[in-house]
């Protein structure tokens, strides 16, 4: 039986959108977004998408008309009833009430502010401007809507049934990982590929095969609408953007040097236990910890995002010991490019010597790699960054000269600021 | 949005029946019961279940109740109007009204008979006895429903995400030989696989499914319903029921040596073109054609339905050219355990020398071979065959032993008397 009313209210809508709800995020920025809304709430900032795959020509295989579409209706969203509740009452790493009540006030009366949109050499110039804890809020939905319309402009044209036996690939694919995964002997991992999702079903269906390949492997999911949905735990801590905004409005070589610090401390008067995870990777991973001052290793643990995996956390491991802490008792959580057998080699390396983590992303949400003509859904890597803070630029130099941002002059006194030296380059797949 | 009404309404189903149509059954079955109805309306006969796959217990998988209750369903189905009307004014083969008005009034009219169903070491025994046009359309929907039930029986317990990715891999693997096949220059084959299928909507699936990859190369299925449903040619002529229920009713060894010509002398008056098509091997093909009358040489094509298909086909080839037939006029008809493999040699051998065709059955709508834990989904040889006509035992011994049926006596009697020697025997896969 057709149901007729269902088929005329999606009849109804203008167009079919990607996001449909400002939860579906990743929940990693609504505590940052606390954070921002109690400590800078008058920061101005700029986010900037940024395309690190050239050679995907995106404002050529994409509608500009459907992607405004898209970005307009985002605006429209506000947090539902029900949403607010989840938020509200909801225990996130066993705490209660870890959103306040001002805060949820604020973004309950949230919609997003304007974009600025234009088409230049084959890639969208795609810019957010405004009060950073609003214009944060952007990052993930203007990601997850570009990366869905590249899916869906690939898929235009193809057979009913050519476009299910693709999908039938794809699960079996990230099925078979999920076989391999569970044999791995006291795995952890979480979804953390919201951002680079082949779209919003798929990353919801992704999820939900974990649940059942993996039981009490899979941790959570850092999406917060799929948290809610299929009732997981929403999982993340915190990301670049803060060091490299605190970094920004640093005055003088002195302040950019303790910002770093400075945007731990503050975190660590709101949040305790599993969310003091140190990101140390933003202006080096080695320095960081170096100049690190001593009650951060106290922390819970360090979330590991660029260079060679097995060296950063070889170097947190020695650091720990070096200060008189039991790495046994500390957390790394792995998220640079993961996939199964990177998950299982740093499993075999580090079991036993340390509790880990993964926060798996790109290759569980979007691995349509080799499965359509001209591989024109393998996945890449796509940003949006905070470029710009009170009118000045941001910099990130991380543990991979690929994943730098930000302006030369400031890259070189930021290195020596910091006292970054040679680096290598590692490949950015996504 | 839920539609409740068709929630409730499922609910109201005691069982999920398998069988929902008297269209759900090969469309051979229908010609020759049209024959049947109208040659020999009065002949009883015992058709009865044959598992010739003896290691796969059966009635240990399968629940007899269950079993009994689709069957009880069967019982309650009559021909639809709709159904009656497609029947009545369809084209078949190019040809109106191919079923008369008595015939029709007297299908419309129409409820299975009973069956009789007990267990014995591990097997259902499972029989029909009536009139021959009434009980020879149990065949199909009793081998369709015991297919399911096994289907069923075997996914019993899996998760439903385990479950999906199960149908995306054979999804997949169905794919895959559409996309081998479609490279086949000339090709062109039907679905002949309603029999032995997984389940009623895995054939329906494939069926689509190679409408999409093979286009005018797929030219229809011999499932009524599905034909009627997806507006495809219904495909079919007849089947070693009629020379063998024909033989059992001789009453001399010269009247059984006539049978299986009377039978086809008697088709020759219903139709013409392309539902010529001779099936040679019931007690012998190099026999029945050496025999054959100048007449059957006329005929449009030949079915190969056992034996080795290359050397068959050569002999039917032969045998046109040595009665002054030009076997690039004639059609061949392939249809013994095919697959992807097997049609892509015949077509490479008899292409340009005569017409082929290929019947695929079991290996598109039942391939999960080593899909599940321990095989247990692999298509073995389950038929429904005439074992009795009118108190006498029947007869096939097929151009490979091992699918031979009959007393032992009376094998040894036909052989004499259709003068078959050594047969080599073929393992009888599905």
Redesign the interface.
């Known amino acids: ?1 057709i ?1 007729i ?2 088929r005329v ?1 999606n009849h109804t809508w203008k167009i079919d959108p990607i996001v449909r709800s400002l939860l579906d995020t990743d929940f990693y920025k609504l505590l940052m977004c606390q954070s921002v809304y109690r400590n800078k709430p008058d920061v101005r900032v700029t986010f900037q998408l940024i395309n690190r795959a050239k050679h995907i020509r995106l404002a050529e295989l994409i509608d500009e008309g459907e992607l405004r579409e898209q970005l307009d209706h985002i605006r429209t969203l506000r947090l539902s009833r029900g949403e607010s509740t989840w938020l509200r009452g909801n225990t996130f790493y066993g705490k209660r009430q870890m959103f306040s009540p001002a805060f949820m006030e604020w973004f309950e009366n949230l919609t997003l502010p304007p974009y600025h949109l234009e088409k230049r050499d084959g890639q969208f110039q795609l810019t957010f401007e405004g009060l950073w804890p609003e214009v944060m809020l952007w990052e993930i939905p203007a990601l997850a809507v570009i990366m869905e319309l590249r899916s869906r402009a690939v898929l235009k044209g193809m ?4 476009l ?2 693709l ?3 794809a ?2 694919r990230v ?1 078979e990982k999920g076989e391999r995964l569970r044999r791995i002997e006291g795995l952890r991992l979480a979804d953390f590929g919201t951002r680079r999702r082949h779209g919003y079903l798929w990353q919801d269906w992704c999820v ?2 974990m649940i ?2 993996l039981g009490d492997k899979f941790t959570g999911t850092s999406n917060c609408l799929i948290a809610k949905k299929r009732d997981l735990e929403a999982i993340g801590t915190n990301a670049h953007e803060l060091p490299m905004v605190y970094a920004a409005l640093a005055d003088s070589d002195e302040e950019l040097a303790r910002a770093p610090y400075q945007v731990l401390e503050e975190w660590q008067e709101e949040h305790e236990g599993n969310l003091r995870v140190i990101l140390p990777d933003t202006f080096g991973t080695k320095e960081f910890l170096q100049r690190a001052p001593d009650w951060l290793t106290q922390w819970t643990g360090i979330r590991i995002d660029s260079g060679d995996p097995i060296e950063n956390a070889e170097a947190a491991i020695r650091w720990w010991k070096a200060h008189g802490q039991d790495p046994r008792e500390k957390l790394l959580i792995f998220s640079d490019g993961l996939d199964v057998e990177e998950m299982a080699q740093l499993q075999a390396r580090f079991a036993g010597r340390v509790k880990i983590t993964f926060g798996w992303g790109t290759l569980l949400t979007n691995d349509f790699g080799g499965l359509v003509e001209g591989d024109a859904l393998a996945p890449f890597s796509l940003v949006c960054k905070a470029v710009e803070a009170n009118g000045r630029p941001t910099v990130k130099l991380s543990d991979n000269p690929e994943k730098a941002m930000g302006p030369k002059g400031e890259v070189e006194r930021y290195k020596r600021v910091f006292g970054v030296g040679e680096q290598v380059g590692r490949e950015v797949r996504v």
């Open positions: 039986m149901d009313a269902t209210w057979g009913r049934f050519e299910q036996v999908y039938a690939r699960m079996t099925w939900q095969a059942e390949a």
